[in-house]
C-alpha cells in the first residue's frame, strides 16, 4: 500500500483529501506539528506528500526544499495561491505538480496514481530513519540535522543506521563489529572504537553532542 502525506492546516480540506486518498486504497497520514514537518516526514517515510503553501511557522516551500534535501519523492503542491509565480517557485523548489483550490477529486488523484506509477514501477521508495531530529537517508548514506547534510563514511553509515534502527535499545560492540564486517573474524576491537570516535566528532559538530552514549561494559545506544 502507497502511503500519501499530507501537510494541509484546513481541516476540513484534510478530512476529504484524507477520505479521498483511503478510497483509493492508500494509507493517509495528514500532518498536524506544522513547526516539525520534516522531522514527521521521516517518521512516515510516505511515497507521496501534498503540501499547502499557507502554513503556520513556515511556508509550504520551506518544507518542499527541506523534503527535497532528504528525498527523492514525489511532491504535489495543492493551493488556492496558483498564480504563475507561485507554480514557477514550487518547481523551482522540487515540487513535481501543482494543483490549485478548489481542485476536482478525480483529477488530484489521477495525478498522485501518474506520479505514483511514474516514481516506483521500477524503483523502490526512499528509506529514512529519524530519531532527535536527525534524519538517516539509506539511499546515499547521509544524516540532516537542521539543514546541514553530514558525509558519512561507509563504516561511519553502518554503525549509525544499527545504532537508530535499535534506538532505546543497548547496541553490543560485537553486534557493530558483525555489522561493519558481517562476521567477528579479523575484526581488532580499536578499529570499531576508531570509527565510532570519528562518527561522534561528525555528530557533535552538528549539534548532536550526545547522540550516542556509551554503555561501560555493554556497547552503544541512541537514546
Known amino acids: 500500500m502507497y502511503k500519501l502525506f499530507l501537510v494541509e492546516d484546513d481541516d476540513g480540506i484534510a478530512e476529504a483529501v484524507k477520505k479521498l486518498g483511503m478510497s483509493w486504497g492508500l494509507e493517509v497520514e495528514v500532518c498536524r506539528d506544522f513547526a ?8 512516515f517515510s510516505p511515497h507521496i506528500v501534498l503540501l499547502d503553501i499557507g502554513l503556520p511557522f513556515f ?3 520551506h518544507w518542499c526544499r527541506e523534503i527535497r534535501a532528504l528525498s527523492k519523492v514525489p511532491i504535489i503542491f ?3 495561491a496558483g498564480d504563475n509565480m507561485n507554480i514557477v517557485m514550487a518547481v523551482n523548489m522540487g515540487a513535481d505538480d501543482f494543483v490549485t483550490k478548489p481542485f476536482d477529486a478525480r483529477v488530484l488523484m489521477a495525478k498522485v496514481q501518474a506520479l505514483l506509477r511514474r516514481t516506483y514501477d521500477f524503483s ?7 530519531h532527535g531530529g536527525a534524519v538517516l537517508n539509506k539511499d546515499d548514506g547521509s544524516l540532516s540535522f537542521k539543514g546541514q547534510k553530514i558525509s558519512l563514511s561507509k563504516n561511519e553509515y553502518r554503525i549509525l543506521l ?3 534502527e535499535n534506538r532505546g535499545k543497548t547496541v553490543s560492540r ?3 563489529m558483525e555489522q561493519l564486517w558481517e562476521t567477528d573474524q579479523f575484526v581488532d576491537e580499536n ?5 565510532v570516535n570519528r562518527l561522534r566528532k561528525k555528530l557533535s559538530a552538528a549539534g548532536l553532542d550526545k547522540f550516542i552514549t556509551t554503555k561501560f561494559g555493554q556497547g552503544y545506544i541512541v537514546e
Open 124 to 130: 523502490e521508495g526512499t528509506v529514512l530513519i529519524e
Open 36 to 43: 516539525n514537518v520534516t522531522a514527521r516526514f521521516a517518521e
Open 59 to 61: 511556508d509550504g516551500f
Open 174 to 176: 560485537e553486534r557493530l
Open 78 to 80: 495543492i493551493s488556492s
Open 191 to 195: 578499529t570499531l572504537t576508531v570509527n
Open 162 to 164: 544499527c545504532l537508530m
